[in-house]
């Protein structure tokens, strides 16, 4: 047991210690100096990284460890980099972000400590969905919502603004996980086959219809095509795992298409987005004043100059792209530490998802299967539209790269989702406890009685 829990803290060291080297060569190259401020902040988050882990022994003694230092990795490589655009730009976004860091590590670490069984979630289903679709139509409330670039997604708070559709993927997370398991045998019947695919039965299309044009809302009312991709996703992606079904997952991408469709060409921000990412390098786009393609290409060139193995931590210019600290912080990186810096990232991702979904294969509750699932999937589908979106594979959508760009919101969130896969771990690889003992041990004892009961009629006789 002592070298396992070596094993599992020396994954967390090492991070640390490739993260302080991270920030160490950057400050070096960039102000000469080490600023206290980070010191300072770096240490604490450092500290509390260690009492995380502390906790996490305690509290979840069988949970995956490795989700958590590589959450570390990914977030100290993105606040390394929004840190040094900040001194190019003089900002301080790099110092709120390991602030909101300190705020998500105590929400995570009060998961761990609280959440001893997950399928506490399941009792509030219902109440998981209001609070979703509250926080999802927040932004629409007169007077709370704010327009940030054309998409009010955002609603304003004491001392700025928050992204209410980040928590709103949790808690629809946790009904979409209750409700399909309560009604996933009626969901898994099949009516009709269509070239070799079986249909659903029309009265089963109902949850499915709802979340599409809840969707759709999103897209119409906040002109945000990423959130409302992803909620959709996240759905059809849980439908799949809960009936197995895959004429679900061609219903989902064919209801989606055809709304994305209609969307472009009636809505101008939309048909913008796809202009954009269908001609990025035409004079008519990349000069365009409002919804071109100048900050795409610039991240594109930005992805050029770093090549396989990149300028080098502090030496490229990564601030020339809008918003390379949020947005496109996927450029930003690649053009200080390259192609192979990128895949390595990439690579950090693939572990989180794949311990996720191990989680998800080794629990045996429907509900946890279904929650594990679906927030990895989650957190997944994110990765890849960011990626995608700022390399020119799908039009851009707006949506931050998990644990990497600023936003106290998106950080908050993630780690939130990071805690409850640890948690749900921790109940997937539990050892069972020996049911056949008891059972044995009750035979064994029938067994002596048995056998006294007949020695005892011998010796009277």
């Not at 609603?155 to 928590?167: D, K, L, M, S």
């Not at 930005?302 to 600290?325: E, K, R, V």
Request: aromatic share 12%.
């Amino acid at each position: 047991m002592i070298q396992t829990r070596l094993r599992q803290i020396s994954l967390l060291l090492f991070a640390m210690a490739i993260s302080f080297i991270a920030f160490f060569q950057m400050f070096e190259r960039t102000a000469g100096t080490f600023p206290q401020q980070y010191a300072i902040l770096l240490g604490v988050a450092a500290a509390m990284f260690l009492v995380l882990w502390g906790l996490t022994i305690r509290f979840q003694p069988y949970a995956s460890q490795s989700i958590m230092p590589c959450v570390l990795m990914l977030n100290a490589i993105g606040t390394m980099m929004i840190a040094r655009i900040d001194q190019q730009s003089g900002a301080t976004v790099g110092t709120k972000q390991l602030l909101w860091l300190i705020v998500a590590l105590v929400f995570a670490g009060a998961i761990i400590v609280g959440m001893r069984d997950y399928r506490i979630l399941r009792r509030f289903s219902y109440v998981s969905m209001v609070v979703g679709l509250l926080l999802l139509l927040s932004p629409m409330v007169p007077g709370l919502g704010i327009d940030i670039n054309g998409a009010s997604v955002w609603i304003r708070v004491p001392g700025g603004t928050i992204q209410p559709a980040e928590f709103a993927k949790l808690f629809l997370a946790f009904f979409f996980a209750a409700y399909l398991f309560d009604h996933r045998d009626q969901l898994a019947v099949g009516g009709k086959k269509v070239l070799g695919l079986q249909l659903p039965r029309i009265k089963d299309m109902g949850p499915i219809i709802i979340i599409w044009g809840v969707s759709m809302g999103v897209l119409v009312m906040q002109h945000d095509l990423g959130t409302s991709l992803m909620f959709f996703a996240m759905f059809v992606a849980m439908l799949y795992v809960s009936t197995g079904r895959k004429s679900w997952i061609v219903i989902g991408l064919i209801a989606f298409a055809a709304g994305a469709v209609l969307a472009a060409s009636i809505f101008s921000h939309v048909g913008s987005r796809v202009d954009a990412w269908l001609n990025p390098f035409s004079d008519e786009q990349y000069n365009k004043h409002f919804g071109g393609s100048w900050q795409i290409v610039t991240g594109i060139f930005g992805l050029a100059s770093g090549g396989i193995i990149g300028t080098g931590i502090g030496q490229g210019y990564p601030n020339l792209t809008t918003y390379g600290n949020s947005d496109f912080i996927y450029t930003s990186i690649g053009e200080e530490i390259g192609l192979t810096g990128l895949l390595a990232v990439l690579v950090i991702y693939l572990i989180i998802i794949a311990s996720g979904f191990i989680t998800a294969m080794k629990i045996k509750d429907g509900f946890g299967k279904l929650l594990a699932s679906g927030l990895v999937f989650t957190m997944a589908f994110q990765v890849f539209t960011v990626v995608g979106g700022v390399t020119l594979v799908i039009p851009l959508t707006g949506m931050t790269l998990p644990y990497m760009a600023a936003g106290g919101s998106s950080l908050i969130a993630n780690y939130i989702l990071a805690a409850l896969l640890v948690v749900i771990s921790n109940s997937a690889n539990k050892p069972e406890p020996p049911a056949d003992l008891s059972e044995t041990f009750q035979y064994e004892a029938l067994a002596a009685l048995r056998d006294h009961e007949l020695q005892k009629e011998r010796d009277t006789r």
